[in-house]
């Protein structure tokens, strides 16, 4: 691959790598604070989308070295620029949980989707990481916006 291309794709998969990580705390924030009569069964899918961003993070930390490039996860560079907003303090009642987390979902998403297509052509094994990230991601806020179906 030549160095401009294992740039770019290397630049793709640490913004993904911030958001993973970013992500995977403020899961773990509503996971800790969340409250409600539908605590238990939430509080336990949120340790599902914790472990999956994690994995994720991990997972695109370590391409990004077998592409000799560098990994950051150091909290200055999560803060700069955030796709995130920032998660409400205090108690979070279960119906807010599930909508704060499905926004972020589909924010990262979203800017996933959109790094993706800057790279596919150019590194197809990045490619199949993200495409199974997305499949991923896409599960859960699915399961998410199934939970906020009024009947």
């Keep these: 691959m030549e160095p401009t291309t294992t740039k770019s794709v290397s630049t793709a998969l640490q913004a993904n790598l911030e958001d993973y990580l970013v992500l995977g705390l403020q899961t773990k924030h509503a996971h800790w604070n969340i ?12 340790d599902d989308v914790y472990a999956s961003a994690q994995t994720f993070a991990d997972d695109s930390a370590e391409r ?15 803060v700069a620029d955030p796709l ?6 205090g108690e979070i009642f279960d119906a807010d949980v599930l909508s704060l987390i499905l926004h972020r979902l589909e924010l ?10 800057t790279i596919e052509d150019k590194d197809v094994v990045s490619a199949d990481l993200i495409h199974a990230q997305l ?7 699915w399961m998410l916006r199934s939970w906020t179906v009024v009947a």
Excluded at 35 to 40: A, E, I, T
Excluded at 65 to 78: Q, W
């Design 108 to 117: 990262i998403i979203e800017a996933v989707r959109t790094r993706l297509e």
């Design 84 to 89: 995130l907003p920032a998660m409400p303090t």
């Design 135 to 141: 499949l991923a991601l896409e599960k859960h806020a």
């Design 64 to 78: 990004i070295r077998a592409l000799k490039s560098t990994a950051n996860g150091n909290l200055d560079v999560l």
């Design 35 to 46: 409250v409600g009569p539908r605590f238990l069964e939430i509080h336990e899918f949120l």
